[in-house]
């Protein structure tokens, strides 16, 4: 059974930084593409950053192009969501989510909700002053 525990969430002023981190048991992480999602308040989930199984291609939202960073470490289990330049648009809950098929390029997609197998509860990010 795959579980995602995301943590690293919290409130940060405009302009700040936070870095998510999410980790992966119960089967060998190397063998998931990693991504976040976001959903706000009355406003649909939608993808944010996708990375592959090696960590050597990464994908962004391009709301978040130039200021988030995906990374993975597959000996720690973990992916990460480093968020620079926050802006108050950015808050909302952080899910980070784990497939063994789709490739990370999908994760950009609207139908990969649909797709992605495995979800984490989510962490809430507020960014206000």
């Known amino acids: 059974q795959v579980q995602l525990i995301e943590s690293g969430g919290g409130l940060v002023q405009p302009g700040g930084s936070l870095r998510l981190s999410c980790g992966l048991s119960g089967n060998t992480f190397s063998t998931y593409t990693m991504g976040w999602f976001r959903q706000a308040p009355g406003k649909e989930r939608e993808s944010v950053a996708a990375i592959s199984r090696s960590g050597g291609s990464t994908y962004y939202a391009d709301s978040v192009k130039g200021r988030f960073i995906i990374s993975r470490d597959n000996a720690k289990n973990t992916v990460f969501l480093e968020m620079h330049f926050l802006k108050p648009e950015d808050s909302a809950v952080y899910y980070c989510?784990?497939?063994?098929?789709?490739?990370?390029?999908?994760?950009?997609?609207?139908?990969?909700?649909?797709?992605?197998?495995?979800w984490g509860q989510g962490t809430q990010v507020t960014v206000s002053s």
């Open positions: 989510a784990a497939d063994n098929a789709l490739e990370p390029q999908g994760w950009m997609l609207p139908e990969a909700l649909a797709v992605v197998t495995y």
